[in-house]
């Protein structure tokens, strides 16, 4: 049947910001999407809140809305805009309960618009996990012995009478939010209470354990007429107890025979067709008894998903496209494959060649959190490695890390780190075969499949025969068909790694670049989609005039991700205008950047110099951007120059002086610019000869570190000491400490421009909410500044520039300057499109990116007519919000520093910077409580301003209660405040207060080591209750101005097109 | 381990590890199948051939005498990326080279599909060597021989006397099959639902069968060009019109041959477990198992016969039907066995509707 003619105009639900459990990969389908309907001739409406996306870029859809994801905002823009439908299964979880919501209040029926894809019986009878039981009756499916519990009654009954251990699964939650596994009764009471307040619906199913079963996901396809077909399985590393997510995974599946795998392929059709879902994708969950064979469901997702972006990476079948396509009538029969050209969509993908995805953590950003997984999803990335064989496909996704060049390095083994899941739990397994141990005692402490173990074991046994004999070409063709690195092979062959790679070069032992088809070779294809192997002969490609690379930002981490994609793609749009063809290189499965219709060609490999080097020689490419992928290029920038290739705009001298902390200050000084006093120690001594120069309090950072790892404010001497002694690894001779003077109470801003020849386009001045001291990423920011005098934004612009000029910047330059008593430092320059760069372009409609490119390639100021672009011609204000993800880290506090913490971002656009700021807000997940209890606990420095706050408060209707230091402060000055205790002060103390519901805001300031920690109680309350908790005062100001705002429930909705035009 | 070799008649040669077996030749053909291989091995349509697999590891999941499809295994030969060859587990393996057959892994598999798909499948040999050259020097002579063998597969891989089965279901129609080289599963799929099946040689004449008296009429798959099978047609033809008959691969291709269309053989096959195909019948579009190197043409169908399936991927002929003569033919294994169960439903619809 061909589309549905009454059909004009669709309304895309995005996913909002990078959270762990949702993150780029719906930008991925939702982008997808939005091309396939556009090139349909559909009106395409999106909104999302997530100004980091691809998917928000004007040139994506025909009417781009960056707002809330909640009822109120999408009913307005239903308003205005008048959808005939909405597809909600393009936005993960949040979409799906955002359609429900819109049903329950009756918008959808209001304006007439229907739900494709799924409807809300489909939702329901997916999630909640009750109904979804009952269809699995009715199929004859069988699932763990469970209850629905509503209650904490009801659910220690249940306790009992399942037995332990017991997996606590909440209803209508993403990333497993709320649920995990308890091994006693104890336990499991404090995990319920909280599983029961994470769900929506406050109802959790409470299941009997299946841990250590075999685990497969499969990810399926339907449309309208009931073709049902699999487009990819996948099998799980990681036995059941590891949410997927997190999980070392596999495709297509290798240890289920076709029996096996046959009965489950029927299983998952007859679930998908009696859970109602009409068209599109999902993906069905199973486990299997690893000796019985017996089969249980786990769960169905009636949508796309993180699985099914990698599953469209792993086969080259886009299923985001094809269920939009499905969802406008289409059937599959109708839809041609992508790749081949000839042939229908209405097939399975073959595979010759294996796919392992491996997850990227981010344990060590959250000091105090245990490095352990469970049922609740807590990596942030992941990486995909594609070869011929398990081993070489998982020596490259090990590879695509970015962790160590060799993939494994000589570790010292822990039992517990094998016994218990948790992040470094394969490093651990290869380095135990490495001191010899057996398959049979690592499947007894792990559950772990020995098809798997085998195959890890394999690659270290091949480390004895390199050690044991000279290498000849036929071994280093072996070592490489394995994935092993050149640094790999030059350790245990006692080489360097340059000797490894001119052997290789000269012995003609080169990867072959293959074809990612969908059909194992069946068809010819054309899709320039490639991965490398040493299993075939290299071939050819045919050499272009205008041909360029870019590097990518290899797996998601916490302070780079998704923003920096954005970058690449509009990179690769602005290069393609230009006329060039485009390589794009990524490890990253999520992205858009790495949709097999971004580029000319893509290559998904790791983003090693070795990786890179070899795809540049074969796909004869000589120029290199670097600017766009963040870090990860930057890092891998030297190498490439050294072996000859070229970088595009800002050349290594310029990338080094932005880069290295001593250079960058003395041109600083030279510019006569000012810059926070600071030192370089090695020792403590050293240190504190330093700080008797500049005094405390100070920010102390180890060198060669990423996004502000190991940095500290440091208040005192003792604290000093202190520092000294957690971080001694990581400082020595060769590896200093810089302290900085730390600009307490500074504005910060960050500012992003573009440099060519004779040309600068600043695209804005964002200044920070929240203090210096905040990491950039963590703070939310707005643009134009409120606070700054324009003198001294003008003069931040101006000092941008120079600098950019004095170190030769060409393309991007991103900086970080602060502002205390009107002076203006400069902090840091990063030589590279940056994590703001995108807000940025959204908020002043500056192609900062195409600028960039324009830049690279050389055009001059008559051609980019840069006078064009002023960023603060643009009416309203935007502010930018922040999400972090304490609730999945118990342990962690959730104050600020100047470490980053946070995931993901919002964008809010108001007409003034109170409609911004709450928009920002509510996008970030902030609540705002209308009525209750604000619970103040303040620093000596902060009692001043924060009174003005606490009067605001009481004439709003709010009561006040606080720490007895604060109280009587507030008393004093004629407030009603009640008191509580500290923590050490005895029970029943604040934290009791905020745990029993008594509270619903809270604002706690604190400094130093010592009171940080003696109010962590406090934070960890508000998140575990999720009541919204400010650590800033100038955060706790921005959140009253937000929180008058929604009281006067005004707000207004605009296209980013709407925008342009104004 | 040793080197061994796939050298194709053509010339072109492609160098992996020899795992045992003896060196054999056959037609090379490759699967897409990502499992099954135990029971592509033991399905007699693979008489003749050399399996190459498009999925890289093979042999993983061991093996299971409970999915053989005959009572042997048929090929002449197995190829992939890898073989599972731990202390644990080499059951497959083992397998294999109990039934002589030669094993080749680390093989550019997909250069060999490449070249396959471009240039049809060839006859080929494996072979272990020191050399390409006296690879070569053993592969062309065996090549040779096994091409000059009788061309009547079918027979080969028929069974030799007349055979019946107990059906389970007392008031089920007595089913007689006729035997190219038939799959187990087709039995195990008749079995439920009819009282007796009766198992004829691919020779049978018309007249044996219809002293035997069946109420339906089954046509197996087999292997090898449906020119080539003597008898079977004559048969056939005798038989369109007189009881309700469906065929199933090579049985569909004799069945139309014997309606008086011609086949011909496809470029380089279809044998895989992800053929889309539009069923009229069913009135379903879905995904079958695959295997098979020739086609009926559908220009030369007569009239009272339609195409009654199509597979999508290329639009050839998958499944003919005449609701005049009760009688149907499908290209592709309904009874799967490796593969997808989606097109099962037409076992009934031969036992109820036809
Ligand atoms: N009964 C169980 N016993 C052991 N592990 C389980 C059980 N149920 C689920 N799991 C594990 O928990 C993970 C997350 O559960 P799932 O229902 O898929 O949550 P989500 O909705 O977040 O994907 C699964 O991937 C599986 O490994
Ligand atoms: N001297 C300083 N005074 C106050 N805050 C600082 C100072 N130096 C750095 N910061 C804070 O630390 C954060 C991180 O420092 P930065 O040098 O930008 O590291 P990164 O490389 O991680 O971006 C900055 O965003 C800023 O808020
Ligand atoms: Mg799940
Ligand atoms: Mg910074």
Request: charge should be negative; include cysteine.
């Amino acid at each position: 049947m061909p589309r549905r003619q009454e059909i004009k105009k669709v309304l895309i639900l995005g996913s909002g910001p990078i959270v762990i459990g949702q993150a780029c990969e719906f930008d991925y389908s939702g982008t997808q999407a939005c091309k396939a309907l556009m090139k349909e001739g559909l009106e395409v409406v999106l909104v999302n809140s997530n100004p980091a996306t691809i998917m928000t870029d004007p040139e994506i859809a025909t009417s781009v809305y960056i707002e809330p994801l909640q009822v109120p905002f999408i009913e307005k823009i239903i308003e205005k805009e008048r959808p005939q439908a909405v597809i909600p299964t393009l936005g993960g979880q949040t979409a799906l309960n955002l359609a429900l919501a819109l049903h329950k209040e009756g918008v959808l029926q209001k304006y007439n618009v229907q739900l494709l894809g799924a409807d809300p019986k489909v939702i329901e009878a997916a999630e909640d996990r009750e109904l979804f039981r009952d269809i699995l009756d009715k199929v004859g499916a069988k699932y763990p012995k469970s209850h629905l519990v509503r209650t904490f009654e009801q659910g220690t009954q249940v306790g009992d009478e399942l037995g332990y251990p017991l997996i606590l699964r909440p209803n209508y939650t993403l990333g497993g939010g709320g649920g995990g596994i308890a091994y006693s009764p104890e336990e499991y009471q404090s995990m319920l209470v909280q599983a029961l307040h994470e769900s929506p619906t406050t109802e959790v199913l409470v299941e009997e354990s299946i841990l250590g079963w075999k685990e497969y996901e499969l990810e399926v396809m339907r449309d309208a007429a009931g073709t049902f077909v699999i487009i990819c399985t996948i099998e799980n590393f990681d036995p059941c107890g590891v949410h997927t997510g997190d999980s070392i995974t596999i495709a297509p599946q290798q240890t289920l025979s076709d029996r096996e795998y046959q009965a489950m392929r029927d299983e998952a059709g007859k679930i998908i067709n009696e859970v109602g879902l009409q068209t599109g994708g999902a993906n069905i969950q199973f486990a299997v008894h690893p000796k019985t064979g017996e089969r249980v469901v786990i769960e169905m997702n009636p949508r796309v998903s993180r699985s099914s972006a990698l599953a469209s990476k792993a086969t080259g079948f886009p299923i985001a496209k094809i269920a939009a396509l499905l969802a406008i009538g289409y059937r599959l029969e109708e839809i041609q494959n992508d790749i081949t050209k000839t042939t229908p969509s209405c097939y399975e993908p073959a595979l010759d060649y294996i796919v392992t995805k491996i997850p990227r953590f981010a344990f060590e950003k959250f000091v105090g959190a245990r490095d352990l997984l469970s049922t609740q999803m807590k990596s942030v990335g992941e990486v995909m490695g594609i070869g011929r064989t398990f081993q070489e496909s998982l020596m490259k996704a090990v590879l695509s890390l970015e962790k160590h060049r060799e993939g494994f390095p000589e570790i010292t083994v822990e039992v517990d780190k094998i016994s218990y899941p948790n992040s470094q739990r394969l490093f651990h397994i290869y380095q135990a075969f490495r001191d010899g141990w057996t398959i049979e005692s690592l499947q007894e402490l792990t559950l772990i499949t020995p098809w798997f173990l085998e195959q890890v074991k394999g690659l270290v046994d091949f480390e004895g025969t390199l050690k044991a004999s000279s290498l000849t070409a036929d071994l280093l063709l072996q070592a490489k068909k394995r994935g092993f690195s050149d640094a790999l092979i030059a350790r245990l062959t006692k080489k360097t790694e340059i000797e490894v790679r001119e052997m290789r070069h000269q012995e003609k032992v080169l990867p072959s670049y293959q074809q990612v088809d969908t059909c194992a070779g069946e068809f010819a294809s054309s899709t320039p989609y490639y991965y490398s192997t040493y299993w075939s002969k290299p071939v050819e490609l045919p050499r272009a005039e205008k041909r360029v690379a870019i590097l990518g930002s290899g797996p998601n981490r916490i302070g780079q991700g998704i923003e920096f994609d954005y970058s690449c793609v509009r990179g690769v749009k602005g290069y393609q205008k230009k006329g060039w063809q485009v390589c794009m290189i990524n490890s990253n499965p999520e992205t858009v950047s790495t949709d097999y219709d971004t580029a000319d060609y893509l290559f998904f490999e790791p983003l090693t110099e070795e990786h890179v080097s070899e795809i540049l020689y074969a796909a004869k490419v000589d120029s290199v951007v670097v600017q766009l992928g963040g870090q990860t290029p930057i890092n891998v920038a030297p190498g490439l120059v050294k072996r000859g290739f070229k970088l595009m705009g800002s050349d290594l001298e310029t990338i080094d002086l932005a880069e290295d902390r001593g250079r960058f200050n003395k041109i600083c000084r030279e510019l006569n610019f000012k810059i926070p006093e600071s030192g370089m120690a090695h020792d403590l001594q050293g240190a504190q000869g330093i700080v008797e120069r500049i005094g405390f309090p100070v920010i102390c950072r180890p060198s060669y570190v990423l996004g502000g790892r190991r940095m500290e404010v440091v208040e005192n001497a003792e604290e000093l000491v202190s520092y000294f002694e957690r971080h001694q690894e990581a400082i020595s001779t060769d590896r200093p400490c810089l302290i900085d003077q730390f600009l307490a109470g500074a504005l910060e801003v960050d500012v992003d421009l573009v440099r060519g020849k004779d040309w600068v386009v600043v695209g804005g001045v964002v200044e920070h909410i929240e203090a210096a001291g905040v990491h950039s990423g963590d703070s939310q920011g707005v643009i134009p500044p409120q606070r700054l005098r324009r003198e001294t934004s003008d003069k931040v612009e101006v000092m941008s520039q120079q600098l950019a000029d004095r170190i030769g910047v060409i393309g991007h330059l991103n900086l970080q300057l602060a502002i205390k008593q009107d002076q203006v430092y400069m902090l840091e320059a990063n030589p590279r499109s940056s994590r703001s760069v995108p807000f940025v372009v959204k908020a002043t409609g500056i192609p900062l990116i195409d600028l960039g490119v324009a830049a690279m390639l050389g055009d001059g100021k008559e051609k980019v007519k840069p006078e064009r672009f002023v960023w603060r011609s643009r009416p309203g204000v935007c502010v930018k919000g922040v999400v972090f993800p304490f609730k999945k880290f118990p342990e962690a506090d959730s104050i600020l520093g100047p470490e980053m913490k946070s995931t993901g971002e919002s964008m809010g656009r108001g007409a003034d910077y109170g409609e911004a700021l709450m928009k920002g807000m509510l996008s970030s997940h902030m609540r705002f409580p209308e009525k209750g209890e604000v619970f103040f606990s303040l620093r000596e420095k902060d009692k001043t301003e924060m009174l003005l706050i606490a009067r605001d408060l009481v004439e709003m209707g709010y009561t006040l209660s606080a720490t007895k230091g604060t109280a009587h402060f507030f008393q004093e000055q004629g407030l009603q405040c009640a008191e509580y205790k500290k923590v050490h002060e005895g029970r029943p103390h604040c934290v009791d207060k905020i745990r029993s519901g008594g509270v619903s805001l809270v604002i706690n300031t604190t400094s130093g080591r010592r009171s940080i920690e003696a109010s962590f109680n406090i934070r960890r309350a508000c998140i575990d209750y999720s009541i919204p908790c400010l650590t800033e005062s100038d955060a706790a100001e921005a959140f009253l101005i937000a929180l008058k705002k929604t009281r006067e429930k005004a707000f207004e909705v605009h296209s980013l097109q709407a925008m342009q035009e104004l | 381990m040793k080197q061994g070799f796939c050298v194709l008649e053509t010339g072109e040669i492609y160098r992996g590890q020899w795992h045992g077996g003896e060196p054999r030749a056959g037609e090379v053909v490759f699967n897409t199948s990502h499992s099954g291989y135990e029971e592509i091995a033991t399905d007699p349509s693979y008489y003749t051939q050399i399996v190459v697999m498009t999925a890289p590891m093979m042999g993983n999941y061991g093996v299971d005498r409970d999915v053989w499809e005959s009572n042997k295994l048929w090929i002449q030969g197995f190829v992939c990326v890898q073989m599972q060859s731990s202390n644990r587990d080499q059951a497959w393996l083992e397998r294999l080279r109990e039934f002589k057959i030669p094993i080749l892994s680390d093989l550019d598999t997909r250069s060999l599909v490449l070249r396959l798909r471009q240039g049809g499948t060839p006859w080929g040999a494996l072979v272990h060597a020191n050399s390409e050259a006296e690879a070569i020097d053993l592969a062309m002579p065996l090549i040779a021989k096994e091409k000059s063998k009788d061309k009547d597969w079918v027979f080969a891989a028929s069974s030799k006397e007349f055979q019946s089965r107990r059906g389970e279901k007392p008031a089920g129609p007595r089913i007689a099959l006729l035997d190219f080289g038939c799959k187990e599963n087709i039995i195990r799929e008749l079995l439920p639902m009819a009282s007796e099946i009766g198992v004829f040689p691919s020779r049978t004449t018309f007249e044996k069968i219809k002293e035997w008296n069946p109420d339906r009429v089954m046509l197996s798959n087999g292997p090898g060009d449906p020119a080539d099978v003597q008898v079977a047609v004559e048969t056939v033809r005798q038989m369109i019109g007189w009881k309700p008959m469906m065929g199933i691969c090579m049985g569909h291709q004799i069945l139309g041959l014997a309606l008086g269309a011609k086949t011909y053989k496809l470029k380089f096959g279809h044998r895989g477990s992800n053929h889309p195909i539009k069923d009229d019948l069913l009135n379903r579009i879905y995904v079958t198992s695959q295997n098979h190197g020739y086609a009926v043409d559908s220009a030369t169908l007569p009239s009272y016969v339609r195409v009654s399936h199509v597979n999508l991927n290329d639009q050839t002929v998958s499944g003919v039907f005449s609701k005049e003569k009760r009688c149907m033919g499908i290209q592709y294994h309904p009874e799967s066995h490796p593969g997808p169960h989606d097109a099962h439903d037409l076992f009934r619809y031969f036992v109820e509707q036809l």
